[in-house]
Structure formats: C-alpha cells, structure tokens
C-alpha cells in the first residue's frame, strides 16, 4: 500500500509519519486489498477544534473516505481510522450478503431445472 500524507500548516514530523502509517497500515487487517492511502493533516489557529484529518483510501471498487477534526492531532487520527474501519467492515459484510445470496438463487435455479451463466 502506498501512504501519501500532506501537511497543511503544519511541520510533518518522523513522530506523526510514523504514527499515521502505523495506523493506517493496520485497516488492512481488515481482508481488503487497500491501493493507497492519502491523508491531509490540517492545522488551523483560529478554531476550536484545530486539526483537521481527511483520508482518502483507494480500494479496487468504490474508494472510501472519512475526515474528522479535535483539538488533538492524535485524537483526530484514531478517530478516522476508526472511521474508516467501520467502512470497511460494512463494505466487507455487504459483499459477504451479495456473494450469500448470489449461491442461494443458483441453488433456487438448480431446483427448479435451470442454470444460471
């Protein structure tokens, strides 16, 4: 997997490169293949909640994204990756469903003398 992570006003340091792609690299337990991931960190001094994490992750199908903002920059990041993991898990249940149902209406069809191409 590839990790791209943009610092918006903000120093990157080894510390937050180091934290981001152990987090991110841990959504691939998950059982999906992830192409790539690009993360955007955010500082804003005007707000209440300064750091701003958006994550785009680029999965082969439909491409997932979260963004969150705190006034921690660590918080925000756990709390995207919790984000995503979510994502991922729904997205991973739903083709559990689809392939669950695709069989039963093949074993439905066999019954009744047709076959399905």
Do not use: C, W
């Not at 804003?44 to 701003?52: E, G, L, T, V, Y």
């Amino acid at each position: 997997m590839q990790i791209h992570i943009t610092p918006r006003n903000l120093t990157l340091t080894g510390a937050i490169h180091e934290f981001v792609a152990e987090k991110v690299s841990h959504l691939e337990g998950h059982g999906e293949t992830i192409l790539g991931a690009h993360i955007v960190l955010l500082h804003n001094h005007d707000r209440k909640k300064p750091f701003h994490v958006k994550v785009h992750l680029a999965l082969p199908g439909p491409d997932l994204h979260a963004e969150d903002a705190e006034a921690d920059l660590y918080t925000a990041i756990d709390k995207v990756v919790d984000k995503l993991s979510r994502q991922i898990s729904k997205l991973k249940t739903k083709h559990k469903e689809l392939k669950k149902h695709r069989t039963q209406q093949e074993r439905e069809a066999e019954k009744r003398g047709y076959k399905r191409r």
